[in-house]
């Protein structure tokens, strides 16, 4: 019968493969393109569509409510070839060069369909120098050209498995050869399979002429049941009675040495060494196998998972509303000392860096106005006054994370209304932000050395060099070590822009992100609102780094709009930037519940 099967797979036409092969891909081209090509890229789809070939293009292949960034990811890893529609803007999109790295990392090939005469640059060039280029400049059918290009690549992977039929016919082709191993390692497993089957046939016939089975179906079982021992029934019964009556005398003898006094025993210490002599005689009683071994947290857990952990509800709240509790991703796991780094998974609030020092935004402590005619003649403290202190050591942002009080104090200027740029969303009343953490939660959490990169006014008081940023892609490489830093101990804070590239970008995950539907819905100012008009859910959110080239601008993550930087300037008194903040917490004496996931993410269980 196995050779019969094995005939029958020589003779089977393995286009069905191809056909499940197929299948088994979500489509066969993704289009990348910068907004300003949607045009050309949608042309290009419509007309590889029609003829016969699958596309997946943003933003219809987005489903509603899926997040944007992680479905652009989704789509690359389920086609099988990228198109890239190449032109001067998306040459210059971070977006887009993120997109082909994807691409490449996952193997897929890559058709550049140039649309201008734009030099590629060198991260560009660097991705694309082994993948193919179409020149779709100047007369000519360039579609039908690019659709010709794509059937030979499928042409070239779907030939890879090859027609059993025509195997004699094409002896001396590649895809012969590349079959030829797939077919001989199947006979010999075949083979094999025959042979094991033989061997213990023969073996389970020996055994049935010998006795030692009771049925030929026995053989195959699992033993489940103890094996037999040569004892009769008496003998059972009183084995079994004399291991009851030992752990019962142990269970005396341990009560009767718990009840002695100190004394008592430093008396008689002959007698409670032959108890202890009794007791070594008995057998041990053997552990169950059947008990999983426990499993340290920093074991179950991996970099993205997701965990619940405190509550915090923003200023307006009186109630506990859907987002109160706190869901976290894990973006570190310290094994050495059982801690894990958390980064909130949502923006929780829109609130300013700091507040304009004055008191009031863009006046000076005389009351003068800021007149950006003459800005360059202002000295760094100054701006401090008209737009807020871009330190994090001193900013009023991370007094108030690290506070659990009802009335938080201040050392400087409190966050009031009129010391924001838009008077709005002000906090110097707002209980602090662990305030809602239950005292065990508190208990959990350890202070981290922070690192933060010297602001202008910090770097000339201390003669060191402030960190300026000079590019706006997240991928950009800087070395953070020849800057001036200063260290502080903080419970929560925000990423700086190092640690966003560590943390978040290194290991693919998102850096932006949407707010909670209670943080929009406190959100007094109009910055949000203005982002949503992009055609984007997202909000920039604050990090801790300065840009050195001031003492009031502060970086955060943009809000992903389409060929926009992935790093923003603010200053530091804008009040509708997102507060995303992060924490260590211990997991020392405490177990998870949950898998991790979005829909189960872990619980902690003290």
């Avoid at 509603?64 to 990228?82: D, L, Q, V, W």
């Avoid at 801690?339 to 009031?360: C, H, N, R, T, Y």
């Avoid at 530091?572 to 993410?601: F, H, Y």
């Amino acid at each position: 019968m196995l050779l019969a099967i094995t005939e029958n797979l020589k003779n089977s036409n393995v286009k069905v493969i191809n056909t499940m092969r197929k299948d088994n891909w979500g489509k066969e081209v993704f289009i990348s393109y910068a907004s300003k090509d949607k045009k050309i890229a949608e042309e290009v789809c419509s007309y590889l569509e029609q003829n016969d070939i699958t596309c997946w293009i943003a933003p219809r292949n987005i489903l509603p409510g899926t997040e944007y960034g992680e479905a652009i990811m989704n789509g690359i890893e389920s086609c099988r070839i990228m198109v890239l529609i190449f032109s001067e803007s998306s040459n210059a999109s971070q977006h887009v060069l993120r997109e082909v790295e994807r691409a490449v990392s996952k193997n897929l090939p890559i058709i550049a369909y140039k649309i201008s005469n734009t030099n590629p640059c060198k991260s560009m060039e660097y991705f694309l120098f082994a993948n193919q280029w179409l020149d779709a400049i100047g007369k000519g059918n360039h579609i039908g050209e690019l659709h010709s290009s794509i059937k030979a690549i499928i042409g070239k992977e779907e030939g890879k498995v090859v027609d059993a039929k025509t195997l004699g016919e094409e002896k001396k082709t590649k895809s012969y050869r590349k079959a030829i191993p797939l077919v001989t390692a199947i006979s010999c497993l075949v083979a094999l399979l025959i042979i094991t089957f033989a061997y213990f046939n023969n073996r389970k016939q020996e055994k049935l002429e010998d006795g030692d089975l009771l049925a030929s179906t026995d053989y195959f079982k699992e033993k489940k049941e103890p094996e037999e021992t040569n004892m009769d029934a008496d003998e059972q019964g009183q084995q079994n009675s004399e291991i009851k009556e030992g752990q019962t005398s142990i269970e005396e003898n341990e009560k009767v040495q718990s009840s002695l006094t100190t004394e008592e025993r430093q008396a008689n210490p002959v007698a409670i060494d032959e108890e202890q002599s009794n007791n070594e005689d008995k057998e041990p009683v053997q552990p169950n196998d059947d008990l999983e071994e426990s499993v340290a947290v920093q074991d179950m857990v991996a970099i993205g998972d997701l965990i619940m952990f405190g509550t915090y509800e923003p200023q307006g709240y009186s109630t506990k509303n859907e987002d109160s509790d706190l869901t976290w991703i894990i973006i570190d796991i310290d094994k050495n000392n059982n801690q894990l780094v958390l980064l909130s998974e949502k923006i929780l609030d829109m609130k300013p860096f700091d507040a304009a020092e004055s008191g009031a935004f863009d006046k000076d402590n005389a009351g003068n106005s800021y007149d950006r005619n003459i800005k360059e003649n202002y000295t760094f403290n100054q701006m401090i006054e008209f737009r807020g202190n871009s330190n994090w050591e001193a900013s009023n942002i991370r007094t108030w994370l690290n506070s659990d009080a009802a009335r938080v104090t201040y050392l400087d200027q409190e966050p009031s209304k009129r010391a924001t740029d838009e008077a709005v969303n002000s906090y110097e009343l707002q209980v602090g932000f662990l305030y809602g953490f239950t005292k065990e939660e508190k208990a959990m959490l350890r202070e981290r050395e922070s690192k933060t990169t010297l602001n202008a006014f910090q770097a000339e008081k201390d003669g060191k060099e402030a960190f300026v940023i000079s590019s706006d892609s997240i991928a950009e490489s800087y070395d953070f070590s020849s800057y001036g830093m200063k260290t502080t101990m903080d419970k929560v804070f925000l990423l700086s822009l190092d640690e966003v590239q560590k943390y978040l970008f290194e290991n693919n995950l998102l850096i932006f992100v949407e707010p909670t539907q209670s943080a929009m819905d406190s959100d007094k100012s109009s910055y949000y609102k203005s982002y949503l008009a992009y055609d984007t859910k997202y909000c920039p959110w604050l990090l801790r780094t300065p840009n050195g080239t001031s003492a009031h601008e502060i970086l955060a993550i943009g809000a992903g709009i389409s060929d926009s930087a992935d790093i923003w300037c603010f200053n530091a008194a804008s009040c509708g930037l997102g507060i995303r903040p992060a924490i260590t917490i211990s997991m020392d004496q405490v177990t998870l519940d949950g898998d991790g996931s979005k829909e189960n993410p872990f619980i902690v269980v003290n």
